[in-house]
Every structure is written in structure tokens, then in C-alpha cells.
């Protein structure tokens, strides 16, 4: 018999309580962190839902890399570049405020239209030598003059804000297949950029594979019956490397479909995951 009813009571209502609060507690985790609740990390590390550019009307980022003072820059895939101050870990606030970038061209009609945007549509950026690179995708239009290509931003002045804009190489493609990632050289001394098969490989200096391809197949092809890209050739898309003045290109690799980006590992071998049709 149970000579302690009220002790007995008391700890039932405690341990009512408890679970009550745990089960807000987490509630209250899955409201706040809808985003990142389901994503599976390894032991000790940890997902922050710092900003979604979408539900700003920021557009959708496709790009992005980080400047010398460790601040992110994006590239909206239909607009302009953003730099990004990222809170620094275990602060009490994950706030991110993204900042377009002030760049020559630029125009505004008000303080949320832009009418020209002076760079941006880029589909690869890398920071290096002091400098932004840019992998622009796209066709000059009225609200964006420039075309596809590599371009290099640099501040000139010292002021934070890149005023100089140059042209490194055009390339005549863009779209889903057109010119993607830029990366760095294990050494540190040049670029590697991947464009897919929808950009036609520009004049080089070099080549690491032989520049007389054609479509001389034994067999006739045989071509997407849904007649999906059927008029791209070889050598379809490709890889890149250039110096920090994009004065010398060579034409490192190609034969792909559609690669968007690439990677070295340790032993500074290049890899490249090619997009083929996965619906």
C-alpha cells in the first residue's frame, strides 16, 4: 500500500510536465528549422538554415563562392550577384542579410525594380587573385547587355565595390547546357572551368586531346528519337584551363553531355559528374 499518495501524485504531474515541455521543445525545433529537420549529418555536425533567396524574391541561386574576408558572394540564375556577412558559428542570431552587389550598369527604376542589371546570370563564380571570376549564362538582352563568357571583376579603388569589368573569353552557347563552374588549380596558379554540350568550344592555344574530331562513326548514329540535341556534335561538352589573365586557354577535356561542375581531389586528379537524362 502506497502510505504516500501526494509525493506519488507530485511526481506523476512533474514527470507530466516534463514531457509536455520535450514534446513543445521539439515541436517547437520542427517549426523553426523546417528546412533542415530531415537532412542526415554525421555525429557533431550540424545543419543552420541561414536564408532562402526564393521567399525574399531574390530569385534562385545557382552559384556561389567566398571572398577574401569570408564572405559568401551568389549569383542569381536570371538577375544579379549578392554578397553575403555569414554569422559567425554559435552566434545567438543565424540572420543573413544578402547585399546586391553596386556594379557599373546597374540601372533601377525603383528602390525593388532593377531595369539593367550590370552583371550577373552567372552559373559558376570563384574568388581568386584578388579578383571575381564569372561564368555569365546567357544571351545579351536589353536588361543584360553581356553574353556568355568569362568575365573578371576587381576593385581598382580600394573601396569594396568592384568597378572594373573585363571580358576574359566569349563563348557561344548558354541555357541549361551552357557555360557552368569555375574551380581553382590544385597549385593555385590557374582555372579550370566545364561547359556543357551546348557551347561550342571557342579557339584554343593548346589541346590535351587531338582538335580534329567529326562525326566519322563505322555505323550510322543513332540520334534521341525525340530528337533531344540531336544537331550537337562532337566533342559535345568540355573542360577548360586558363591562366589568372585568361590570356592562354587549352582545352583540357571533352566528350560530355552536360557536367556541371568539377572537382580535384588529393592527388590533383580532375573529376567531373556528367548529367545524362536522369528523368
Known amino acids: 500500500m502506497n502510505k504516500r499518495p501526494g509525493l506519488a501524485a507530485a511526481v506523476a504531474v512533474l514527470l507530466l510536465a516534463s514531457a509536455c515541455q520535450t514534446e513543445n521543445k521539439e515541436t517547437e525545433q520542427v517549426t523553426l528549422k523546417p528546412k533542415v529537420e530531415k537532412i542526415n549529418v554525421a555525429p557533431d555536425f550540424v545543419v543552420e538554415h541561414l536564408y532562402s533567396p526564393s521567399e525574399n524574391k531574390k530569385g534562385s541561386w545557382v552559384a556561389m563562392t567566398f571572398d577574401d574576408k569570408g564572405r559568401m558572394i551568389t549569383s542569381d540564375q536570371y538577375g544579379s550577384l549578392y554578397r553575403i556577412d555569414i554569422p559567425e558559428i554559435g552566434a545567438d542570431t543565424l540572420t543573413a542579410e544578402p547585399k546586391r552587389l553596386a556594379l557599373p550598369g546597374d540601372e533601377w527604376k525603383d528602390d525593388t525594380t532593377q531595369t539593367k542589371v550590370g552583371m550577373g546570370?552567372?552559373?559558376?563564380?570563384?574568388?581568386?587573385?584578388?579578383?571575381?571570376?564569372?561564368?555569365?549564362?546567357?544571351?545579351?538582352?536589353?536588361?543584360?547587355?553581356?553574353?556568355?563568357?568569362?568575365?573578371?571583376?576587381?576593385?581598382?579603388?580600394?573601396?569594396?565595390?568592384?568597378?572594373?569589368?573585363?571580358?576574359?573569353?566569349?563563348?557561344?552557347?548558354?541555357?541549361?547546357?551552357?557555360?557552368?563552374?569555375?574551380?581553382?588549380?590544385?597549385?593555385?596558379?590557374?582555372?579550370?572551368?566545364?561547359?556543357?554540350?551546348?557551347?561550342?568550344?571557342?579557339?584554343?592555344?593548346?589541346?590535351?586531346?587531338?582538335?580534329n574530331w567529326d562525326e566519322d562513326n563505322v555505323f550510322q548514329q543513332i540520334k534521341d528519337p525525340r530528337g533531344h540535341a540531336t544537331d550537337r556534335m562532337a566533342p559535345g561538352g568540355w573542360i577548360a584551363k586558363t591562366d589568372s589573365l585568361g590570356q592562354h586557354w587549352q582545352l583540357v577535356a571533352g566528350g560530355f553531355r552536360n557536367t556541371f561542375d568539377i572537382a580535384f581531389n588529393d592527388d590533383e586528379e580532375l573529376f567531373a559528374y556528367d548529367s545524362d537524362m536522369e528523368w
Open 121 to 211: 546570370y552567372a552559373q559558376g563564380l570563384l574568388w581568386a587573385f584578388n579578383s571575381l571570376y564569372v561564368m555569365v549564362n546567357h544571351r545579351g538582352d536589353e536588361k543584360f547587355e553581356k553574353s556568355s563568357g568569362l568575365y573578371r571583376l576587381r576593385d581598382t579603388d580600394n573601396d569594396d565595390q568592384f568597378d572594373e569589368i573585363k571580358l576574359l573569353k566569349s563563348f557561344d552557347g548558354e541555357g541549361e547546357h551552357g557555360p557552368h563552374s569555375i574551380i581553382l588549380a590544385p597549385d593555385g596558379q590557374s582555372l579550370y572551368l566545364v561547359c556543357g554540350n551546348h557551347t561550342d568550344v571557342p579557339e584554343m592555344d593548346s589541346y590535351l586531346l587531338p582538335s
